[in-house]
């Protein structure tokens, strides 16, 4: 399922995910989702983190976006991430329920939405995506 | 009490619990995604979750004591209340959090310190009711028992 060759001398053929949420319960859940399906995870606190972690170098085959975030929320995060040059399959998740602001985090380049909590059939049908 | 009364006593409560909405679907996945690797996983979300909520109470009943209420700060406060409640399944605590926000939409301070008070009550009750739950699992692992599904 990962992508041979996009990460340059990686080692194993594991996927690799970005969790991106700034609240603590929540990213300990989606580690531990990601975790139980094999897929190798970090996570940060906001979408400035995000950020910079690519910044550092880094790359993954999923970043799981949360909308509303201190310092750089999930849209301003996801556009910029787009504007870098990042490929990699962006999934917004959030507790927003209004169709404008659904609307405008997806137009900012999101692959797909789920909407908040995150549950291992969720997860896998973001993956599905991916490839 | 034997094995066998503390695993029925332990399902009977569990089952109450949903019943009564203070857990919802959202637990039985954490429940789901506790294994052999990650034996105390539940445990260590569910206190996680308790240190969270106390912190968030502590700065909701700073941010309403201030002669000027910024209602944008404690509205940021039970939002993220509402996220980790609605995360791991406290349904009625989630639900407290949605009216509150009502309120401070409103900027209604009569309302928000009542729904600061339901909220407390709310947590407070989930939590007696968590710590029993885990407190019922101990005893059954102690007796040599498994917990049952």
């Known amino acids: 399922m990962a992508a041979q060759g996009r990460h340059g001398g990686r080692k194993s053929n594991k996927m690799t995910a970005l969790v991106v949420d700034d609240n603590m319960v929540n990213r300990t859940i989606h580690h531990q989702l990601l975790d139980n399906l094999g897929i190798e995870n970090v996570a940060v606190g906001n979408g400035k983190e995000a950020v910079d972690i690519h910044c550092s170098g880094k790359a993954f085959d999923l970043i799981l976006m949360d909308m509303d975030m201190p310092i750089m929320n999930g849209i301003e995060a996801t556009r910029k991430l787009r504007e870098m040059g990042i490929r990699s399959m962006i999934a917004g998740v959030s507790t927003r329920s209004m169709e404008q602001e659904i609307r405008e985090f997806i137009e900012a380049g999101l692959d797909d939405y789920q909407e908040k909590p995150l549950t291992v059939s969720k997860l896998i049908s973001i993956i599905r995506k991916i490839n | ?149």
């Not at chain 2, 203070?22 to 260590?44: A, C, G, R």
């Not at chain 2, 909701?60 to 944008?72: G, N, R, S, V, Y």
């Open chain 2, 1 to 149: 009490m034997d094995l066998f009364q503390l695993q029925r006593r332990l399902v009977d409560y569990r089952a109450s619990l949903y019943h009564e909405d203070f857990l919802d679907e959202q637990f039985s996945q954490l429940q789901d995604l506790q294994d052999e690797n990650n034996p105390d996983f539940v445990v260590e979300v569910v206190t996680l979750f308790f240190e969270d909520s106390e912190r968030l109470l502590n700065e909701l009943a700073k941010a309403l004591e201030q002669p000027i209420i910024d209602f944008k700060r404690v509205d940021a406060h039970v939002h993220q209340f509402k996220g980790s409640s609605s995360s791991i399944g406290a349904q009625r605590v989630q639900k407290a959090c949605i009216a509150f926000r009502n309120y401070c939409e409103e900027q209604n301070v009569e309302g928000c310190l009542k729904c600061l008070q339901q909220l407390r009550h709310e947590y407070s009750l989930v939590k007696t009711k968590l710590e029993s739950m885990f407190q019922l699992e101990q005893q059954i692992l102690s007796a040599g028992g498994s917990i049952p599904m």
